[in-house]
């Protein structure tokens, strides 16, 4: 347990995940007021909308909207997501976003066919073209990220070597362009990870490339969700995707009903107990996660919710 | 990982857990359902009622009639629970229950007042009292047990020293009466363990008592249930008890609203895709969820049972 990290960085995805998922139809002003809860919690980055069109995806219909009306907290980076350049000129519309693009291959073949209608080679050449709008509009790219990268519901189990192997080609269209890129995003985006295969993972990439940072997006769909944190907190990564509440979910992988994201207030709390910094006041952000609870009108998966904080018992028993 | 046991074992805690927590009045025949479903999923160990006082708990008011109409499968043991001999002379009454005793005493003294209004020093001295009555019965007695190992909601964190104190005071209650106690239970009862709580546990009990078995019983009640699992099991811990659904959690200790025992089916799903063999068909385990979940009449939290099983998946992909 050596390798823990220290300190972590946590992207808040409650919003766009949770209201791209549920059915609503949710107010806009009620999505700014969980943005708004949540930038007063200690969060650093929250990814806030989807720039997607509203016919696909009617919970973002009111992404520009959303924007434009949260309340910018100092020192809190607001991102939006966007899978091709309409969706990008929307995010570089905003004054308030922090703009970073990333590279995104899908490991599964079939899952691409089916949910895209394209072949890998089509979405190499897809990645090609926004690696070139990013180039031209100077937005900086950040990441690659490797969705179904443990498994998927349509193709089964992913081979190590396919997502190794697709992690170098994003790299390659990268580096063709003098874009330097320092963080892989491993997304467990149909929850077929378990504690061992993320570290047989994770260990695999670190040792393909040392000089990188490892970052995990992890589903709990199977209830692996935090245990699978854990064994990438042992691994030493230090950068999570979460979402309040365990808001989410994936609205094409036919999981109805399912949880979502891995909840951010829980993740919080495992992190906390070990002694791993967050920057997060886990009180505020139960408060959120019983407001994310309010605004979907449904319970949300999240424990530490009800279960209470530590933190906050050992308080009230040191003053008793 | 190269600690990860080959086989675990069961003890399904969820009729008990469960039917003693539910506020419901739920019908005798339905809590026979749900153990008649458990008993054809491959569980060997059910703990099916608690003889304890109909008006202290309601839930188990029924709990002869419950034994008496639950229809025996062959290979699976049926367990009782009790805290007193009163309890006990009704166990031993069914000829249906395997009898087995612990010695359990709570870690956590503040706790002890207030829920039993007992010192450590009282409760030691019914322990010992229980013990004469077992060897008076000739009741094998199993284990050792410590309640709230890792922490309590009015006492704060417990030190490990305690914990290995008590075990060693109820090992020397039964070498004084010639009882030969083969496994250490240590219980998460208000879930304060993380992963890093459980290894540092285990391995102490362990290198202490190095021929005895560690068995865990976890609550999920911050979320922490299945990492603690892993944990448990990394260790190469092979007996766990759990809830079918995650049924349960402490009627005692103020978490109103929180989850229950850590949930078989995500347990048994972990340890299917760990290799781990757990002899329970994971298919007819979610039928017993579903079950479960149609008996209390709420949702339960576990995952898989929405989330759906991997095994299933891999398998109907291959005949694709």
């Known amino acids: 347990m050596s390798d823990l ?3 972590v960085s946590i992207k808040e995805e409650g919003p766009r995940e949770g ?3 549920e059915k609503g139809p949710i107010p806009t002003a009620r999505k700014i007021e969980l943005i708004d809860s949540l930038s007063k919690t200690g969060l650093k980055e929250i990814q806030v909308v989807s720039f997607v069109p509203g016919k ?6 009111d992404a520009d909207e959303v924007v434009a009306g949260l309340h910018a907290e100092p020192g809190v980076s607001y991102r939006g997501m966007w899978l091709n350049e309409k969706g990008l000129m929307r995010a570089l519309a905003s004054t308030k976003l922090e703009i970073q693009a990333g590279l995104v291959l899908t490991a599964s073949e079939t899952f691409l066919r089916r949910n895209q209608n394209r072949t890998l080679e089509e979405n190499l050449e897809g990645v090609r073209r926004m690696a ?4 031209e509009h100077q937005v900086p790219v950040h990441r690659v990220s490797i969705a179904a990268a443990f498994g998927c519901n349509f193709e089964g189990d992913i081979p190590r070597e396919k997502v190794l192997g697709m992690i170098a080609q994003l790299f390659d269209i990268a580096r063709e362009r003098g874009l330097d890129v320092g963080t892989i995003f491993l997304a467990d985006t149909m929850a077929w990870a378990t504690p061992v295969t993320i570290k047989r993972m994770v260990g695999d990439v670190r040792d393909r490339w ?3 940072t490892v970052a995990l997006h992890l589903h709990d769909t199977r209830g692996m969700g935090i245990a699978n944190a854990m064994a990438g ?10 979402a ?3 808001l989410g979910g994936c609205p094409f992988a036919s999981h109805k009903g399912a949880a979502g994201n891995v909840c951010t207030e829980d993740f919080v709390f495992l992190c906390e107990e070990l002694g791993i910094e967050t920057g997060v006041d886990l009180e505020a952000l139960l408060e959120s996660a019983r407001l994310a ?5 449904h319970p949300l998966p999240g424990s530490v919710k009800t279960g209470g904080a530590l933190s906050t018992l050992r308080r009230r028993l040191q003053r008793a």
């Open 210 to 212: 040392p000089d990188k």
């Open 19 to 21: 209201f791209q998922f």
């Open 293 to 297: 609870e309010d605004i979907v009108g």
């Open 233 to 242: 907190l042992e691994m030493g990564v230090a950068h999570f995707d979460s």
């Open 132 to 135: 070139d709008v990013y180039v």
């Open 56 to 61: 696909n995806v009617p919970g973002m219909a």
């Open 244 to 246: 309040v509440g365990g």
């Open 5 to 7: 990290p220290k300190a």
